[in-house]
C-alpha cells in the first residue's frame, strides 16, 4: 500500500497541472479522499504560503478508476490581499470526476469561540481496529493499515438529545509525518472522507444499501497534527430519498475543534436483482 507521502506526493506536469499516483486498493473505485486530498494539494501548490486554505467544497461526478491516475487542472479563480479562490478539475479519460473549489486566507484577528468536545473515552482504552470482530471494521484496518483506528462502541457515546444517528471515531497516522502544517491539512482531507457516511448506518445496520460519496465540504479551524490522535465526532442528521446528510466535527487531544466537515452521500437500498 502507498504511504500518505507517496499519495500526496503529486507530479507536476504544467505550471497548474498535477497528475496523482496510482494508489494500491481492494476498493473498486477510487477512495473518495485521496481524490480530495490530491485536488487540494494541487490547490496549495498554486497558491503564495502566506496564504492558509480554510475551506473547501467538493463535488465527486463520476467513480474513479483505481487503476489509472487522476489528473488535475487548476483554476486560479482569485487572488487577493486577504484570500485567494481556486478550482480544480480532476480527469480521467478525458472525464471529470471530482470538481473542488478551495479558499485561502491570511491570518488574521478575531471573535473566538468553539463548541466543547464530547466526553469520550481514551483511545487506548478503544479496541484495535485490527482485533474487531466487526468484518466492515476489519476490512478499514487492512485498507488503511498505516493509520491506527479506533471506534467508540456505540454504548459508550454521550448521546445529544435529539440525534438521529451518531458515530465517534478515534485516528492518527502509525508513523511521524512530515512537520510541514500544509501537509497535515491535505492529510486531513484524504482522512475526512473515511467513515463519516457510515455514521448514517448507525440506525440501519441490517439494512444492505449501496452507499458513495456524493459531495464533501471541510473547514479547517486550528492547528493540528495528523500523526497525533484526532477525534471525529459524527452524526446524520437526516436521511431521506436515497441520501443521507453527514456532518463531522474533528478534535485534537487537547479538545481543540481543529476542524468541521459536511457530506452528502448515496444510501440508497442494494439492488439485488
Avoid at 105 to 114: A, K, N, R, T
Avoid at 135 to 152: I, K, Q, Y
Amino acid at each position: 500500500m502507498a504511504t500518505i507521502e507517496e499519495i500526496l506526493e503529486l507530479e507536476r506536469l504544467e505550471r497548474d497541472i498535477f497528475r496523482g499516483i496510482i494508489a494500491e486498493t481492494t476498493l473498486p473505485r477510487t477512495f473518495g479522499g485521496q481524490v480530495a486530498g490530491q485536488a487540494l494539494v494541487s490547490a496549495v501548490r498554486t497558491v503564495d504560503p502566506e496564504f492558509s486554505v480554510h475551506s473547501l467544497h467538493g463535488y465527486f461526478l463520476r467513480p474513479g478508476n483505481p487503476k489509472e491516475p487522476t489528473v488535475f487542472l487548476v483554476d486560479r479563480v482569485r487572488d487577493g490581499r486577504s484570500f485567494a479562490t481556486r478550482r480544480v478539475t480532476g480527469i480521467q479519460d478525458g472525464q471529470a470526476i471530482f470538481t473542488m473549489s478551495a479558499s485561502f486566507h491570511v491570518q488574521d484577528e478575531g471573535i473566538e469561540h468553539q463548541d466543547e468536545m464530547p466526553p469520550v473515552p481514551d483511545p487506548e482504552t478503544l479496541e484495535l481496529a485490527t482485533d474487531s470482530d466487526d468484518g466492515e471494521t476489519a476490512w478499514l484496518a487492512r485498507e488503511w493499515a498505516d493509520w491506527d483506528l479506533r471506534l467508540v462502541p456505540h454504548a459508550d457515546i454521550s448521546k445529544r438529545p435529539g440525534a438521529a444517528a451518531q458515530q465517534q471515531v478515534w485516528f492518527r497516522s502509525r508513523e511521524a509525518l512530515p512537520d510541514d502544517p500544509v501537509f497535515h491539512v491535505c492529510t486531513l482531507a484524504y482522512m475526512s472522507d473515511m467513515t463519516l457516511l457510515g455514521s448514517s448506518r448507525r440506525p440501519h445496520m441490517d439494512v444492505p444499501m449501496q452507499a458513495a460519496s456524493l459531495d464533501h465540504a471541510m473547514w479547517f479551524l486550528r492547528p493540528f497534527r495528523a500523526d497525533e490522535w484526532l477525534l471525529y465526532d459524527q452524526t446524520s442528521p437526516s436521511a431521506g430519498f436515497g441520501r443521507a446528510l453527514t456532518q463531522g466535527r474533528i478534535f485534537d487531544r487537547s479538545g481543540n475543534m481543529v476542524a468541521a466537515v459536511v457530506q452528502e452521500g448515496l444510501t440508497r437500498h442494494l439492488r439485488t436483482q
